[in-house]
């Protein structure tokens, strides 16, 4: 269970699933504009949003799960998250369907990410919580995020936006 904590949790959807993130990580949830593209990038990097004119890297998080792609609906958000990694803190953007609530979890209700049965490789998934209607997947940000993920999400946020 590396990296699930009991704590409070900003649910979000993607499709039918429901993953969380740990509020803490979550800096402010804006409503979808469409990403600044970014030539040579990553297929599930989407481009850079100003936020605050900061130039955010934003990630289509049902790409990097393996999902198909989606247009973006009223409903969709983007997660602005501030994930911490060995050397830094790498600010960025996660697109999602849509945003639920903040939640909390104790321990007790967090599971460990099962081995079989989930369509995702369970080292992204930090555990799961088991509700009435499904579960909802505890996602491993730092780890979904590889080191090469990183390093090159790092080298465009340091990108300044032209007018």
Known sequence: MSGAFEGQYVSFGLGDEVFAAPVGLVREILTYQAPSRIPNSPDYLMGLTD?????????????????????PTLNTRILVLDIPLEDRVLSLGLVADRVFEVTAFTADQIEPSPDIGVKWRSDYISGVVRRDDGFVVLIDLPRLLSSTDAVSLGGFSNIDRAA
Request: charged fraction near 25%; glycine fraction near 14%.
């Open 51 to 71: 936020v605050r004119g900061q130039g955010v890297p934003t990630a289509d998080l049902r790409v990097r799960l393996g999902m198909a792609a989606v247009e």
